[in-house]
């Protein structure tokens, strides 16, 4: 059981590039070591580092079981408290990369009891979202209506039982500064620090 306060964290780093000088890294760093420090205890998945498939048939999604490393993080993500989600917004929404692999996460997989049916890894976790754009972030969320995040936070986490679910913008990374740059960190590490 866990000690009263620390928590046990997925934190998944869902940029396709395997490139670890992409900001995306410095950010799930910064997250995992505030954290760490703080005692929870952190699974990190960087997906880029992930053989996913593309799932193309609903006979695929209703009848295939997952890769093995896919369902061993399904137990993971099931027996954790809190999910952090890092991503870069690609084309107005997360990298095809990963929702390929959240469609590998939560397919159905092979039936059972003739019956198949959606894991219920999700419920009742706490989520943290943080996207980095090159837009500035109030374009984003006023202009665009943020529909590219929000698609996921409650298509996805919200109807699958994740609660509460927070979200971070980090807008015009490109042009960031140093003294910018170090705020994103530090703030980072404090979301770690205080699992949210
Ligand atoms: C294929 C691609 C598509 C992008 N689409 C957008 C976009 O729609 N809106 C936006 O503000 N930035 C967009 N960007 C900029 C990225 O969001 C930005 O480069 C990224 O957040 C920087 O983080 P990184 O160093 O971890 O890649 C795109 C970048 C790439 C490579």
């Known amino acids: 059981m866990n ?5 046990k964290i997925v934190l998944l780093h ?23 420090a703080a005692g929870h205890e ?14 193309r048939t609903k006979h695929a999604w209703d009848t295939e079981m997952p890769a093995p490393e896919i369902l061993s993080l399904r137990e ?16 107005g929404t997360m990298p095809a990369y990963f929702k390929a692999f959240w469609e590998q996460l939560l397919r159905t997989g ?10 219920s890894i999700l419920r009742g976790k706490s989520a943290r979202i943080v996207v980095t754009m090159g837009m500035p972030a109030p374009f984003f969320r ?7 995040v929000k698609s996921f936070e409650r298509g996805i986490l919200k109807i699958m039982g994740a609660a509460p679910i927070r979200t971070t913008l980090l807008g015009s990374v490109e042009g960031r ?20």
């Not at 500064?177 to 699992?195: D, I, N, P, T």
Request: hydrophobic share 35%; proline share 6%; glycine share 12%.
């Open 3 to 7: 000690t009263p306060g620390l928590r």
């Open 177 to 196: 500064s140093e003294a910018g740059y170090q705020r994103w960190m530090q703030e980072m590490s404090e979301l770690g620090r205080r699992c949210t």
């Open 42 to 55: 952190v699974h990190r998945v960087d997906v880029a580092d992930l053989d996913l498939g593309f799932l």
């Open 110 to 119: 092979a039936p059972q009891n003739g019956k198949a049916t959606a894991p």
């Open 76 to 91: 993971r993500v099931a027996e954790s408290d809190h999910l952090a989600i890092v991503f870069p917004l690609w084309l």
């Open 142 to 148: 006023w202009y665009f209506g943020g529909y590219g």
């Open 14 to 36: 869902g940029h396709p590039d395997p490139d670890r000088g992409r900001f995306g890294y410095a950010l799930a760093d910064a997250y995992e070591h505030g954290a760490r």
